[in-house]
């Protein structure tokens, strides 16, 4: 505690830690790759770029099969407004486009790449140096290159960022907020993007910024990674950049848009709603650093930080991986899997995939590859529900789990719109607190499904 | 919705040395179990029986003792041999009925009393409408109000602390009880408390007539400040129980103080503080959303004195948190938990 009471004296005067308001959970943070420096892996064999890895259409192939192609060049167009580019992120030959096997084994159109070396597109700038002058762009080429280089959002729900950049008529991003919560255990690449490129991810945050024409910008960072506010602190103080780092209280699902709304900006998105009906618009640290790499450096999204862990993982490894690149091939590459796992999670212990197929490719998202020891991998047999109401206190949106999964039970599905199951986020800290062990979230999710239809 | 998913032979690309297990999220838990909060409200209730085995000497243990067995032995074989399920005793809650009924009796209650009351908790109380959750009425307090009506003379044959040293016990009556009866002969509230010399001190720390569990405030504040601690029950419902008991007591006390007795008597004698911390807290039995919580325990708090000052018993809040318990449904529909966002009508 004593760290975290420092801080707020030294920097923040007396300020209280901000915070969302309604429910949460405390899941310790478990981040054992903290201090892994990220590592770089390029890929041999193949590399499989699914063309639907964004919300919206499934871009549409401009590669044959036997073309050559570079690292970074353009195989797949975005498929009307929401959608998003797909770029090689190997050079080598295009075996196929064919059905590729995903996370759960679901078959999905893909474009598979021989790996032959590693060649680069002309014109994309590789030098570690800092472009750090942004004075001559504009919001409008910061957009399209932004969606010439197939950016989405890096947080989770793979929304195109693009899309995101241009709000709806009539409503205007006063806030811009970039999200380096990071609240879920285990996950430490955006703490590792803030300590190596932290600023070029500012620059990335102030192009966006641009790009929204908004006024004010924060970096919401929780207190449990202290040397990522400094270190951003001193880049915003000796650079003069107009962004403030907001130092939140640890407390999980901060990273939710919704949350983090509230918790920097202190407004609360309506239900239904998006961040922008609040003012607000919330980009990830590391796509910020994507936007970065694509107006200043050329570069698309071919390749993202991900963080192979576990307790009994036998290196913690932070990697840049190229989009693509088999999770299996990965986890062979960090050292093998532990000979105890008994679930492989791609993704935060709280909302990630449990892995059915382990040679499923990476995609523009992937996060974590998370091993989950024997013991912990299975449930515990669901006992009765003793009313505690621990799901109510834990929910962060303000929900009744306890009567969404039983109205979901009874099927009185019209009713679970009335209690409005729609806003729930699936967070899962309903499950995490329930001592009873009901599978709570399961049921909603269930719930959810039916009221669409 | 747990299952070990053996990978699909024919997928192309698969581990076939090793099953993993797929599950949705969340993938790690807070190891909240049933037991654990069972076994905090046990600690929670470990100094009032501490204190009742002080004052009322090894036979308390030994009532305890039964209570407890006879619960857990009638809902193990109730599960066993008429729901044919598993039985479920090592949750413990079976074990924490038992011991509320206990500390609801009147210390050296003789035996076949305190079985009785287990039948009526567990048997009809509790495992007729399911077991563990599905319960609506608070299983110890219907068996105690069981035996209330049905026992009247065991159930009010108070034994007055006398200490484990001394073995013949003296009987008297309640402070609530000894004031009912003294002003319905005339007497005012100022004769009385000096005529049988009730002061704050004992009804603190437990020189007092009444059920075992409910003689001392202090070793019952204790459990409370625990139950806090552990985060296993939310302070709404027993603050408002008692700010209500309070509040109200105080308006009849201000009214008159020679027939109605000061607030902080009522929150210290009898059950109030068992009642408003152990039995209205029961989480099968209370409302789930805070203002629910609150209504609840505003009921309790207001029933419970009406009863004490004008009812036929001298205590009432075994009665007041049944009643409010029939409403926990309604409680329960009618108030919601504050929600994240306005919400929007979508035609």
Known sequence: MSV??????????????????????????????????????????????????????????????GERVKTGRLVAKANGFVSANIHSSVSGTVLAVEPVADLAGRRMPAIVIQVEGDEWEEGIDRTPDIANDISAIDAATIIRKVSDAGIVGLGGAAFPTHVKLSPPQGKRARTLIINAAECEPYLTSDYRVMLESGEQAIIGALLLQRALDAPEAFIGIEVNKPEAIFHLQKIIRERGYSIRVVPLRQRYPQGSEKQLVEAVAGRRVPSMGLPVDAGAVVQNIGTALAVYEAVQKNKPLIDNC???????????????????????????????????????????????????????????????????PEREALRRKESNCIRCARCVRACPMGLEPYLLIRLTQCGRYDELQTHRTYDCIECGCCLYSCPARVPLLDYIRIGKEKIKR | MDEKMKIDEGMPGRFTDKDWVVSPAPHVHSGATTQGLMRDVLIALAPALAVAVYFFGWQMLLTAAVSVASCVALEFAIQKYLMRCR?????????????????????????????????????????????????????????????????????????????????????????????????????????????????????????????????????????????????????????????????????????????????????????????????????????????????????????????????????????????????????????????????????
């Open chain 1, 4 to 65: 975290f009471t420092d801080i707020r004296r030294t920097v923040y005067g007396k300020e209280r830690l901000r915070t969302f308001s309604i429910g949460g959970a405390h899941p310790p943070s478990c981040k054992l790759a903290a201090q892994s420096a990220t590592e770089e892996m390029i890929p041999e064999g193949t590399v499989s770029l699914f063309l639907g890895q964004h919300i919206g259409a499934p871009a549409v192939p401009v590669v044959g099969k």
């Open chain 1, 306 to 372: 991900i963080t192979i862990t576990g307790r009994s993982a036998p290196r913690q490894v932070n990697a840049m991986v190229r989009v693509g690149t088999p999770l299996s091939k990965i986890a062979a590459w960090a050292g093998g899997i532990p000979s105890d796992t008994g679930k492989i999670v791609c993704g935060g212990p709280m909302m990630g995939k449990a892995v059915a197929n382990i040679d499923a490719p990476t995609v523009k998202t992937t996060a974590a590859i998370l091993y989950i």
């Open chain 2, 87 to 347: 039985p479920s005793v090592n949750d413990l809650s079976a074990t924490v009925t038992g011991l509320l009924l206990a500390l609801n009796l009147p210390a050296g209650a003789p035996w076949w009393l305190v079985t009785t009351g287990s039948i009526v908790a567990i048997g009809i109380t509790k495992m007729s409408f399911g077991g563990l959750g599905k319960n609506p009425f608070n299983p110890a307090l219907v068996g105690r109000v069981f035996l209330l009506i049905s026992f009247p003379v065991q159930m009010t044959h108070w034994v007055v602390p006398q200490g484990t040293a001394t073995t013949d016990a003296v009987t008297g009556a309640t402070p609530l009880s000894i004031i009912k009866e003294n002003l319905a002969q005339g007497l005012s509230i100022d004769g009385i408390v000096e005529r049988f010399d009730l002061s704050y001190w004992e009804l603190l720390f437990g020189r007092i007539g009444g059920s075992a569990g409910e003689v001392s405030a202090v070793a019952l504040l204790a459990g409370f400040g625990w139950l806090l601690f552990r985060r296993v029950i939310r302070p709404h419902i027993p603050l408002a129980v008692l700010g209500s008991m309070a509040l109200l007591g105080g308006v009849f006390w201000l009214v008159d103080p020679q027939r109605f007795i000061d607030p902080l008597f009522h929150l210290l004698s009898g059950g109030a503080l068992l009642g408003a911390i152990f039995m209205a807290t029961d989480y099968v039995t209370s409302p789930m959303n805070p203002w629910g919580m609150l209504i609840f325990g505003i009921g309790i708090g207001v029933l419970t004195i009406l009863i004490r000052l004008f009812g036929a018993y001298p205590e009432g809040i075994s009665f007041a948190i049944l009643i409010m318990n029939a409403t926990v449904p309604l409680l329960n529909k009618y108030t919601k938990p504050k929600r994240y966002g306005k919400e929007v009508r979508h035609g």
